[in-house]
């Protein structure tokens, strides 16, 4: 019960418009939903995290949407620019408490075209 | 602040050889994380500690993989005899306390294995 599933794979979109990558998770007791950008030949870096106890947070043009009754969760990227273009990874603390664990999605590449 | 540093950055090996990839966390991070990142997909949880203390190793393959940190800081992962399906970039990365969602992970630039 610690898989986290994220589509799509791939996402290509054009200079400007909307993205979204949605994510699922098994475990109703996670309680915590970080999302991660990596560029080519770069680490994972957070760019935005949601928690539990939370629906929505915005930061600039993220928005992390969460809704724990059907177990998912999913990131917007609203007017996308060529430098979104990246490989994105959702991830979900499995346990819940402070036991640190935290399970990646298998990620989605996303392509911004312009 | 310096960031999660790790070495080496890249590793070649043949099948059957051994390697071992070590990791400085983030000063004052109690808590260190091991994942395997395969290409183009997720990073996937080999193992973590709090201070020197293995939390989680359910996922290291305990046959060929060990993964220690004596002192609570620096940590080492060691491939004993590498197979072609380890080929992966190995991430270290540290965040303080065990989180609850309130410390951020923070990882290293990760190790790249080609085994051939």
């Known amino acids: 019960g610690e898989q986290v599933e994220q589509l799509p794979s791939i996402l290509r979109v054009q200079e400007g418009s909307s993205a979204s990558i949605n994510c699922s998770y098994e475990d109703s007791a996670s309680n915590y939903f970080p999302w991660y950008k990596q560029e080519p030949g770069e680490n994972p870096k957070l760019i935005i995290d949601?928690?539990?106890?939370?629906e929505r947070k915005q930061i600039q043009e993220l928005i992390v949407l969460l809704d724990k009754k059907a177990k998912r969760f999913s990131l917007h990227i609203t007017d996308t620019q060529p430098g979104d273009s990246a490989m994105y990874f959702c991830a979900a603390s499995p346990i819940p408490g402070n036991t640190g664990k935290l399970i990646f999605g298998l990620g989605t590449t996303l392509q911004v075209q312009p | 602040e310096a960031g999660v540093t790790q070495s080496p950055r890249y590793a070649v090996l043949q099948e059957g050889q051994a390697v071992s990839f070590w990791c400085d966390p983030i000063?004052?991070?109690?808590?260190l994380y091991w994942y395997q990142q395969p290409r183009d997909q997720g990073p996937q949880l080999l193992v973590y500690f709090r201070d020197e203390a293995v939390i989680d190793n359910s996922q290291l393959p305990s046959d060929r993989f060990s993964a220690v940190r004596p002192k609570g800081t620096n940590s080492t992962l060691k491939i004993q005899s590498a197979k072609q399906g380890d080929t992966a970039t190995y991430l270290c990365a540290s965040r303080k306390g065990l989180g609850g969602g309130q410390n951020t992970l923070y990882f290293g630039a990760g190790t790249r294995l080609s085994v051939l």
């Open positions: 000063s004052g991070h109690d808590t």
């Open positions: 949601i928690r539990s106890n939370m």
